[in-house]
């Protein structure tokens, strides 16, 4: 069990570009969250699946966002035509039931 | 819509004296709630959970919260704070029941640790 690892740590990307974020869970676990925290803020909720199905998504998740988790397995976070409000940091956890393992994040900084 | 309200931004403690950090959370059933510590760039640790059951609960690093549902709260306290202790720390609270246990957060409260 190596823990959630996420990659790549940190991300520099020009306004407009995509960018993609991936995390690989704990391999028994079934259930994968992402949230972004923000400068000073708390993490916020963005999607959850349970295997590989996408089963809730927030309103924070704008049609620019697109996240999958292909046979259940890892996820990718893809944000297509960034803008500078979405520099933050994406959490990526995943879970059995309500017992969360966090990965060290993704920072992402546009510029 | 479930809140969560850390009312203290930043708290600065000698080391060696008592913590307490206050969590307040708004929610319609009983929740799940959490303690989580994050160090600068890192993720979250969690410190502790409750559940059910006894409304006293330790955790890792030596602290301890009570869940107290008359006040809506769950307070986390450590008698004697080291310098490592210096971080950020979250408050959470999650549905129970159901499949989604997605986690709402409180903003956080900075702990500084004076030597």
Same mark, same amino acid.
């Given at each position: 069990?190596?823990?959630?690892?996420?990659?790549?740590?940190?991300?520099? *990307?020009?306004?407009?570009?995509?960018?993609?974020?991936?995390?690989?869970?704990?391999?028994?676990?079934?259930?994968?969250?992402?949230?972004?925290?923000?400068? @000073?803020?708390?993490?916020?909720?963005?999607?959850?699946?349970?295997?590989?199905?996408?089963?809730?998504? /927030?309103?924070?998740?704008?049609?620019?966002?697109?996240?999958?988790?292909?046979?259940?397995?890892? /996820?990718?976070?893809?944000?297509?035509?960034?803008?500078? @409000?979405? /520099?933050?940091?994406?959490?990526?956890?995943?879970?059995?039931?309500?017992?969360?393992?966090?990965?060290?994040?993704?920072?992402? *900084?546009?510029? | 819509?479930?809140?969560? #309200?850390?009312?203290?931004?930043?708290? #600065?403690?000698?080391?060696?004296?008592?913590?307490?950090?206050?969590?307040?959370?708004?929610?319609?059933?009983?929740?799940?709630?959490? =303690?989580?510590?994050?160090?600068?760039?890192?993720?979250?640790?969690?410190?502790?959970?409750?559940?059910?059951?006894?409304?006293?609960?330790?955790?890792?690093?030596?602290?301890?919260?009570?869940?107290?549902?008359?006040?809506?709260?769950?307070?986390?306290?450590?008698?004697?704070?080291? =310098?490592?202790?210096?971080?950020?720390?979250?408050?959470?609270?999650?549905?129970?029941?159901?499949?989604?246990?997605?986690? #709402?957060?409180?903003?956080?409260?900075?702990? #500084?640790?004076?030597?």
């Amino acid at each position: 069990d190596t823990g959630v690892s996420q990659n790549p740590r940190h991300k520099i *990307t020009k306004r407009g570009q995509n960018v993609t974020f991936r995390c690989d869970p704990i391999s028994e676990h079934n259930r994968l969250y992402w949230y972004r925290q923000t400068l @000073g803020q708390g993490p916020e909720f963005l999607t959850y699946f349970q295997n590989e199905a996408q089963l809730e998504k /927030s309103r924070l998740l704008s049609d620019r966002f697109s996240a999958e988790r292909p046979k259940g397995s890892f /996820s990718t976070l893809e944000i297509q035509r960034t803008e500078q @409000g979405d /520099s933050a940091m994406y959490l990526c956890a995943s879970s059995l039931e309500a017992l969360y393992t966090f990965g060290s994040g993704t920072r992402l *900084t546009v510029v | 819509a479930q809140s969560v #309200t850390q009312p203290d931004i930043h708290i #600065t403690v000698s080391e060696g004296a008592s913590l307490e950090l206050r969590c307040n959370y708004s929610y319609g059933a009983t929740p799940y709630l959490f =303690w989580y510590v994050q160090s600068p760039g890192q993720g979250l640790q969690l410190l502790l959970k409750y559940f059910s059951g006894d409304t006293l609960v330790q955790g890792i690093k030596g602290f301890e919260a009570e869940f107290k549902r008359s006040q809506s709260s769950f307070n986390l306290r450590k008698p004697s704070v080291h =310098w490592s202790d210096a971080a950020e720390y979250f408050c959470a609270v999650g549905l129970s029941g159901g499949s989604n246990y997605k986690l #709402t957060f409180g903003k956080g409260t900075l702990l #500084t640790v004076n030597p």
